[in-house]
């Protein structure tokens, strides 16, 4: 190739020093780097042993690419300082040609030139920082939760041993705990998907520590102060009665006012509640804390949800008592907006207003059939007034009635 200017030389010259200072840079950091000395130094399993391999492959190649470009770098200074009359040539192809030599991996006598060089080190640092960056964003997100684990782990063994439980109680446990904090230790990255941890086994693994802690310290608790903790059960299974009993009171009421929809059966959860709280004595008398424990945490939860079961299906008969009321203070004010229209002797829209208000005011009433005759009568007051309103009855402007509806009658 022909010989550059010195000029050229001199840019170039100066371009491949500053990139290789940068890759030198890089190398010193890489060895500073305390991540990648965690990371060499783990004894790493599975994808993330792997990973790590084909990076280790990038360490060595970063640093023998350099060594090699390096060299090439001092010669060419070496021959610019030179007074060689064939020193532009030799520089020239120093510079632009082939002139790095790789002694490893691309064969004997392999050559590159200095440009694809410095764009290999380039990739062989991106790669090995990207490894690290990946184990150690995977050991940020992961280490926390594997400390929350840990730390409830332990408070399982002290509670274990104060309700006098066996070291083995909990032995499945504590191997699975185990397999955890060996996969995040070693192979952090076999929970990463996608860019993503996954934590779907360690919260799984969370909530049965969690569960089991709770039922320990519900032992302890039954322990210490087992007579407060049945008699708060009583006022609560006490309060589930006093409101199935108003509720099944509501429902004789809803029955008698109301056909259809069919009111929602009200069934009685005390007994069995009772019974199962009686039978913790026979526990109790055993010792069986650990079961009692849990035990308890089955009655809470079995009370709170036949407390809101009861109270749902108060609402659901309440609300059709609602829906009557709703509906015949509607009609009412349909009738209203009629008289103030001067519709009153039409003779379809008293037919129409008629059946209604049979519909409504019969016993027990047909909530759905109501509604029907409701909307027929609705429909027709639109079309004969040529006017239009919302069908929930609410007033404005001019077509506010004179007098209020009787929205409130529930006889």
């Given at each position: 190739?022909?010989?550059?200017?010195?000029?050229?030389?001199?840019?170039m010259?100066?371009?491949?020093?500053?990139?290789a200072d940068?890759?030198?840079?890089?190398?010193?950091?890489l060895?500073?780097?305390?991540?990648?000395?965690?990371?060499?130094s783990a004894?790493?399993?599975?994808?993330?042993?792997?990973?790590?391999?084909?990076?280790?492959v990038?360490?060595?190649?970063l640093?023998?690419?350099?060594?090699?470009?390096?060299?090439?770098?001092?010669?060419a200074?070496?021959?610019r300082?030179?007074?060689?009359?064939?020193?532009?040539?030799?520089?020239?192809?120093?510079?632009?040609g082939?002139s790095?030599?790789l002694?490893d991996?691309?064969?004997?006598?392999?050559?590159?030139?200095l440009?694809?060089a410095?764009?290999?080190?380039?990739?062989?640092?991106?790669e090995i920082?990207?490894?690290?960056?990946?184990?150690?964003?995977?050991?940020?997100?992961?280490?926390p939760?594997?400390?929350?684990?840990e730390?409830?782990?332990s408070?399982?063994?002290?509670?274990?041993?104060?309700?006098?439980?066996?070291?083995e109680?909990?032995?499945d446990?504590r191997?699975?705990?185990?397999?955890?904090?060996?996969?995040?230790?070693?192979?952090?990255?076999?929970?990463?998907?996608?860019?993503h941890?996954?934590?779907?086994?360690?919260?799984?693994?969370?909530?049965?520590l969690?569960?089991?802690?709770?039922?320990?310290?519900?032992a302890?608790?039954?322990?210490?102060s087992?007579h407060?903790?049945?008699?708060r059960?009583?006022?609560?299974?006490?309060?589930?009665?006093?409101?199935?009993?108003?509720a099944?009171?509501?429902?004789?009421?809803?029955?008698?006012?109301?056909?259809?929809p069919?009111?929602?059966d009200?069934?009685?959860?005390?007994?069995?509640?009772?019974?199962?709280?009686?039978?913790l004595?026979?526990?109790?008398?055993?010792?069986?804390w650990?079961?009692?424990?849990?035990?308890l945490?089955v009655?809470?939860?079995?009370?709170?949800?036949?407390?809101?079961?009861?109270?749902?299906?108060?609402?659901?008969?309440?609300?059709?008592?609602?829906?009557r009321?709703?509906?015949?203070?509607?009609?009412g004010?349909?009738?209203?907006?009629?008289?103030?229209?001067?519709?009153?002797?039409?003779?379809?829209?008293?037919?129409?207003?008629?059946?209604?208000?049979?519909?409504?005011?019969?016993?027990?009433?047909?909530?759905?059939a109501?509604?029907?005759?409701?909307?027929?009568?609705?429909?027709?007051?639109?079309?004969?007034?040529?006017?239009?309103?919302?069908?929930?009855?609410?007033?404005?402007?001019?077509w506010?009635?004179?007098?209020g509806?009787d929205?409130?009658?529930?006889?």
């Amino acid at each position: 190739m022909p010989p550059m200017s010195w000029e050229g030389i001199d840019h170039m010259l100066d371009r491949v020093r500053g990139e290789a200072d940068r890759i030198a840079l890089q190398c010193g950091d890489l060895d500073r780097d305390g991540r990648h000395r965690t990371v060499r130094s783990a004894k790493l399993v599975g994808r993330t042993r792997r990973r790590w391999e084909e990076a280790e492959v990038r360490v060595h190649s970063l640093w023998t690419v350099y060594a090699a470009l390096r060299a090439v770098v001092d010669r060419a200074r070496d021959l610019r300082a030179s007074a060689d009359p064939n020193t532009p040539s030799a520089l020239t192809r120093l510079l632009d040609g082939p002139s790095v030599a790789l002694p490893d991996g691309d064969g004997p006598g392999a050559r590159i030139t200095l440009a694809e060089a410095v764009a290999r080190a380039t990739a062989d640092h991106e790669e090995i920082t990207e490894v690290i960056s990946a184990v150690e964003t995977a050991w940020d997100a992961l280490r926390p939760r594997l400390a929350e684990l840990e730390s409830m782990w332990s408070d399982i063994g002290t509670h274990s041993d104060m309700v006098g439980l066996p070291e083995e109680a909990h032995e499945d446990l504590r191997a699975e705990l185990a397999g955890v904090d060996e996969t995040i230790h070693r192979d952090p990255l076999s929970l990463v998907v996608d860019g993503h941890v996954v934590t779907t086994q360690i919260e799984r693994l969370r909530v049965l520590l969690d569960r089991t802690r709770g039922e320990l310290r519900d032992a302890l608790r039954m322990r210490d102060s087992y007579h407060e903790n049945v008699e708060r059960l009583r006022f609560a299974i006490d309060d589930v009665g006093r409101i199935v009993e108003r509720a099944r009171i509501l429902r004789a009421r809803v029955v008698a006012k109301v056909s259809s929809p069919a009111a929602v059966d009200v069934h009685d959860p005390v007994p069995a509640l009772s019974a199962a709280v009686a039978d913790l004595d026979v526990l109790r008398a055993e010792g069986r804390w650990r079961d009692l424990g849990a035990r308890l945490g089955v009655l809470q939860r079995a009370i709170h949800d036949a407390t809101d079961d009861a109270r749902e299906r108060e609402a659901s008969l309440t609300r059709l008592l609602e829906r009557r009321a709703e509906l015949r203070g509607r009609l009412g004010s349909y009738r209203a907006r009629a008289a103030r229209l001067g519709l009153t002797g039409d003779r379809r829209l008293t037919e129409l207003h008629g059946a209604a208000h049979w519909e409504l005011w019969r016993v027990p009433c047909d909530l759905r059939a109501a509604t029907v005759s409701l909307s027929a009568y609705l429909r027709a007051l639109q079309e004969t007034s040529g006017a239009d309103f919302p069908e929930d009855g609410t007033t404005s402007g001019a077509w506010a009635p004179d007098g209020g509806s009787d929205g409130g009658v529930t006889r």
